[in-house]
Nanobody
Framework: VQLVESGGDLVQPGGSLRLSCAVS????????MAWFRQAPGKERGGVAR????????YYADSVQGRFTISQDNAKNTLYLQMNTLKSEDTALYYC?????????????????WGQGTQVTVS
């Protein structure tokens, strides 16, 4: 099982980025997948999650209306479209997968993690 993120970059406030997470060696459509982020000196926190079977989504209040999580089942890829970026969105962004039945942002319940991709808004 492997998750590989890409798409992080340096962007100006108000700009947009799309992060991708390629999933391999995994039964993609039987779990909850999420994007987390961690800024220096802060705890890792959930940003957005999707139930890959139903397509239901959930967003942290801080990104609601600006970020969109989506999936391409044919490509086994998870996306995070980030619009109207703010300096406080600067962080290392991770995608993570949790077993079927998980529907929260509890870090220990996510058993598979990518290596992270850096987003800097400045």
């Amino acid at each position: 099982v492997q998750l590989v993120e890409s798409g992080g970059d340096l962007v100006q406030p108000g700009g947009s980025l799309r992060l991708s997470c390629a999933v391999s060696g995994y039964t993609y459509n039987r779990n909850c997948m999420a994007w987390f982020r961690q800024a220096p000196g802060k705890e890792r926190g959930g940003v957005a999650r999707i139930a890959t079977g139903s397509g239901n989504t959930y967003y942290a209040d801080s990104v609601q209306g600006r970020f969109t999580i989506s999936q391409d089942n044919a490509k086994n890829t998870l996306y995070l479209q980030m619009n109207t970026l703010k300096s406080e969105d600067t962080a290392l962004y991770y995608c993570a997968a949790a077993p079927d039945g998980t529907w929260n942002f509890d870090v220990p319940e996510y058993t598979t993690w990518g290596q992270g991709t850096q987003v800097t808004v400045s």
